[in-house]
């Protein structure tokens, strides 16, 4: 599909209170792109709506919660009414919770799902009769690189992600030759608010498994897929192709190496309570694109790229002399 000129088009962007969602709409607005905002926190969209009406960029806030129909119909509407049309979908809002899964509350399972998975489904029927209308429309969903893999603790999150990244595909087919595309963004582990606003079961605050990028690689990749629409992305190397590479062949060695110390990946040495974080309610803190976390340094990425690749290799080397030895 051609390259498409992202001037004047019109994008709803979910989960823009803070992280991806909110940076995500600060390069498509720079981009040109006209934005209606939501998420439920009001003051924090507000907010980003001046923010991005300071850079002359044309931006509305719906304030509002995925899991709500009513809520979600009323985003699209007041976009519709605002800008008299609807261009591109981006499908954000997310939310995860730490815990073993036999012993994470069976209310934060059905909500990460009700969230994670159903909001995007919610939206994306939402707008789906406007694209069909227009005959032209773009859904682009923020998955994760647990929409492939898996983690220790998120197993909820990791589920409700591949179930979201099946429907994604399924939807896709459906809408062949119907004018209207699905891309995905395949996320890698970025410094956000996501970790400072999930629950724990643990009283240790969560952070992200390293290494850890800055929202703005996201950002700017959701923009790449913005013009060209139709992908699945993966924006980054070391956490991202290279992970997929290795684990297509030795899938055995990111099971042994998150299996013995994923969990513990996971938790900073700091102690929280936070037994339910944003899943039911939001909660004031953690505006903006950045979160306690910084992104991990370029130099400990490229050492640790060079360490992987060496492993790749020396598991490439002996699958080869194994293979040669048998003959
Ligand atoms: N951070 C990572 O390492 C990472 C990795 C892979 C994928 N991702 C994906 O990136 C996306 C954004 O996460 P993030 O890292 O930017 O986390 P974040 O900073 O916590 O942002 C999550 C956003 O979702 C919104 N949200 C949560 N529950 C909602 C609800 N019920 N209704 C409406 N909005 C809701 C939040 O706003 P309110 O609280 O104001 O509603 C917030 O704007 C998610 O889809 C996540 O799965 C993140």
Excluded at 110 to 138: E, Y
Aim: proline fraction near 7%; hydrophobic fraction near 45%; charged fraction near 20%.
């Amino acid at each position: 599909m051609a390259r498409q000129d992202l001037r004047g088009k019109v994008a709803i962007v979910t989960g823009a209170s803070s992280g991806v969602g909110w940076q995500a709409a600060v390069r498509l607005g720079e981009a040109g792109v006209k934005l209606c905002v939501t998420a439920r926190r009001v003051e924090a969209l507000e907010k980003l709506r001046h923010l991005m009406q300071d850079k002359g960029v044309e931006c509305i806030s719906v304030p509002g919660d995925v899991t709500v129909q009513g809520d979600v119909d009323q985003v699209v509407r007041e976009c519709l009414a605002h800008y008299g049309r609807v261009d591109i979908l981006v499908n954000d809002a997310g939310v995860q919770s730490y815990g073993l899964f036999d012993e994470l509350p069976w209310e934060h399972i059905t909500r990460i799902f009700d969230i994670n998975c159903f909001g995007f489904m919610r939206f994306a029927r939402a707008v789906l009769p406007h694209f069909r209308q227009q005959g032209s429309g773009h859904i682009l969903n923020i998955q994760s690189m647990l929409s492939k893999g898996s983690a220790p603790l998120l197993s909820a999150y990791s589920a409700s992600k591949h179930a979201t990244l099946g429907w994604a595909k399924s939807l896709e087919m459906e809408l062949v030759g119907s004018g209207i595309q699905v891309s995905n963004v395949l996320v890698p582990s970025v410094a956000t608010n996501m970790f400072a606003h999930a629950p724990t079961m643990f009283g240790l605050a969560p952070k992200p498994v390293p290494p850890t990028y800055d929202p703005d690689v996201v950002a700017r990749a959701v923009v790449r897929c913005a013009r060209n629409p139709g992908k699945t992305s993966v924006p980054v190397f070391l956490q991202g192709r290279l992970m997929l590479w290795l684990n297509g062949i030795a899938p055995g060695v990111g099971k042994f190496i998150m299996g013995r110390w994923g969990a513990r990946m996971q938790m900073r040495d700091e102690p929280v309570e936070r037994p339910e974080g944003n899943l039911f309610h939001a909660i004031p803190q953690g505006v903006g694109p950045y979160g306690p976390v910084p992104p991990t340094p370029k130099w400990k990425r490229y050492s640790m790229a060079a360490g992987l690749a060496a492993l790749a290799g020396g598991v490439v080397l002996g699958v080869a002399g194994l293979a040669r030895a048998a003959r």
